[in-house]
């Protein structure tokens, strides 16, 4: 949530304190397809740090000590949760400068194009069509949750509907039974 805030606000760069032997994780929602990069550097002379970037906290994809900086550039090759985690391997508290880049924001300028055999027309175009592609995607991705959850939620309506029925199948059975004993209780009393 925090990641997205921050990308939200225009917020690339952020830096934060870790505890001594202490782990801080950050979770972003990725579609398959979605360029993710990120940038750890240690601000103090002296300091450890181990970062982790996983697939819902089960496949490590990366992990790697560093005593100053470390970076990852990654494509998702799965819809999911990916989880950036950094501990704290120093005995005294540190200050971490981290860099988060999600999407077209984490390409390099120089990567889809060369900046020097275009016109700057060209290049935002380019970005532009890029942005609409993420778009897309992204809105590819949550027809796919929506049309799941639509699913789901029909099975559990006839599952409600079948319950419900059986509940007042039962009931009118239980009913039917009760005045029945009722009146053979009532004739042997001889009240009817």
Same mark, same amino acid.
């Given at each position: 949530m925090l990641i997205f805030i921050s990308l939200f606000l225009g917020v690339n760069s952020f830096e934060f304190s870790i505890r001594k032997q202490t782990i801080r994780c950050f979770s972003e929602e990725l579609t398959k397809g979605t360029l993710f990069w990120?940038?750890?550097?240690?601000?103090?002379k002296s300091g450890t740090i181990w970062t982790r970037f996983s697939y819902k906290d089960v496949d490590?994809?990366?992990?790697a000590p560093s005593t100053h900086y470390d970076n990852l550039n990654y494509t998702a090759a799965n819809d999911?949760?990916?989880h950036l985690c950094i501990e704290?391997?120093?005995p005294s508290e540190i200050s971490v400068s981290l860099d988060i880049r999600i999407g077209i924001d984490a390409k390099k300028p120089s990567d889809p194009l060369s900046? /020097?055999? =275009?016109?700057?027309? !060209?290049?935002?175009?380019?970005?532009?069509?890029?942005?609409?592609?993420?778009?897309?995607?992204?809105?590819q991705y949550i027809r796919e949750r929506e049309e799941e959850m639509r699913n789901t939620n029909e099975t559990i309506y006839s599952r409600v509907i079948y319950y419900t029925a059986?509940?007042?199948?039962?009931?009118?059975?239980?009913?039917i039974l009760q005045i029945v004993y009722f009146? /053979?209780? =009532?004739?042997?009393? !001889?009240?009817?």
């Open positions: 990120y940038e750890t550097q240690v601000l103090q490590q994809i990366h992990e999911g949760t990916y704290n391997q120093s900046v /020097k055999s =275009l016109d700057v027309s !060209k290049v935002q175009l380019q970005i532009v069509q890029e942005y609409i592609k993420q778009l897309h995607n992204e809105l059986f509940t007042i199948v039962m009931l009118i059975l239980i009913s009146q /053979k209780y =009532l004739k042997s009393k !001889k009240l009817i």
